[in-house]
């Protein structure tokens, strides 16, 4: 079964400079969550999509965005990057809005140096 | 959302049942209890979720008591691979859907 996609598994940048994650949810699933993972610490809501319209917020900083395209993939883009962003960035999908079932992909390892 | 306490951690003998306890003394009427996990650094698996009613699927059952301010998980018969932080989450039913994890159970499954 298809499962949820993230792209790259793998980032490592320089304090100051940009990154841009991506998330490709499965198909037939229009609800996208972003969570982050800190070092030894417990998965963190970031944000949510629906139909391409952000549906929820959490403790996302104001470095960071994101949007959920047409094809219903996303993208977290994080600027100034900072030592302490450094964390896995898990995406989640889900058929309902309600996330009753949330899938998990693999998460991307973001390294700030 | 309900805050919920577990256990920090557990041992679990291979093949027999695991019984994972979550306390969630102020539920409200229209929050569900979910149950996910997440093996070491791997993204969080979706085991099972209810509102009142016992529920069991291919991976878990969910026993919540009849006044809901606790309830049960168990794997029942557990195996190497199901060593993992067991997270018990409560959430409104008419939410967008957002988690928020606690301190979840680390379960050690043991040969």
């Known amino acids: 079964a298809a499962g949820v996609i993230q792209s790259p598994r793998h980032l490592i940048k320089e304090k100051r400079e940009t990154a841009t994650l991506k998330c490709y949810p499965i198909?037939?699933?229009?609800?996208v969550y972003w969570y982050q993972q800190g070092p030894g610490q417990d998965p963190q809501f970031l944000i949510s999509f629906y139909e391409k319209m952000q549906s929820d917020k959490g403790s996302i900083p104001d470095r960071f965005s994101a949007q959920q395209f047409s094809d219903y993939h996303s993208e977290l883009n994080m600027s100034s990057l900072e030592l302490g962003d450094s964390a896995l960035y898990f995406c989640?999908?889900?058929?309902?809005?309600?996330?009753?079932?949330?899938?998990f992909g693999p998460g991307t390892r973001l390294t700030v140096t | 959302d309900a805050k919920t306490t577990q256990p920090p951690s557990m041992d679990c003998a291979e093949g027999r049942a695991a019984n994972l306890p979550c306390n969630h003394s102020?539920?409200?009427?229209?929050?569900?209890v979910y149950w996910y996990r997440q093996i070491h650094s791997q993204g969080p698996q979706y085991i099972i979720h209810?509102?009142?009613n016992n529920e069991t699927n291919e991976m878990a059952s969910l026993i919540i008591t009849e006044d809901r301010k606790s309830s049960t998980l168990i794997l029942p018969h557990a195996t190497l691979r199901d060593t993992a932080v067991y997270y018990c989450?409560?959430?409104?039913?008419?939410?967008?859907?957002?988690?928020?994890f606690g301190a979840g159970t680390q379960v050690v499954v043991t040969p």
């Open positions: 209810g509102l009142k």
């Open positions: 989640a999908s889900s058929l309902d809005w309600q996330g009753n079932e949330q899938y």
């Open positions: 198909p037939r699933h229009d609800t």
């Open positions: 102020t539920i409200s009427g229209n929050e569900y």
């Open positions: 989450i409560v959430r409104l039913t008419d939410s967008w859907g957002k988690l928020q």
